[in-house]
């Protein structure tokens, strides 16, 4: 049974930082894209970043451009979010979702909240 499982959030101070971990459980990790979303209360999911499966190839939502930064690591099945300068609007639920052609999972989420 595949599996994909974010991990890495929690209460953290304005100004702060969190690392963000998504892993799939599938042998053909290397070929999904990628993509982080964040819900935040009252508001639709939407996406904050990708990351295409050649590794280099990022895209970042306006409102989290030079904070949040996307790798992946294919050889763990894991692609991590780094997230810096954390806001009181960057609180919300993260969602990892990975995606190959027609095939899309997504995850449970994991809450973020940044609040002093």
């Known amino acids: 049974q595949v599996q994909l499982v974010e991990s890495g959030g929690g209460l953290v101070q304005p100004g702060g930082s969190l690392r963000l971990s998504c892993a799939l459980s599938?042998?053909?990790?290397?070929?999904?894209?990628i993509s982080w979303y964040r819900q935040s209360p009252g508001l639709e999911r939407r996406q904050v970043a990708l990351v295409e499966p050649d590794g280099g190839t990022t895209d970042y939502a306006d409102s989290v451009k030079g904070r949040f930064t996307l790798s992946r690591d294919d050889a763990k099945n894991t692609v991590f979010l780094q997230m810096n300068s954390l806001k009181p609007e960057d609180t919300g639920v993260y969602y990892c979702?990975?995606?190959?052609?027609?095939?899309?999972?997504w995850g449970q989420g994991t809450q973020v909240t940044v609040s002093s």
């Open positions: 599938v042998s053909t990790f290397s070929l999904y894209t």
């Open positions: 979702k990975a995606r190959w052609w027609t095939t899309t999972y």
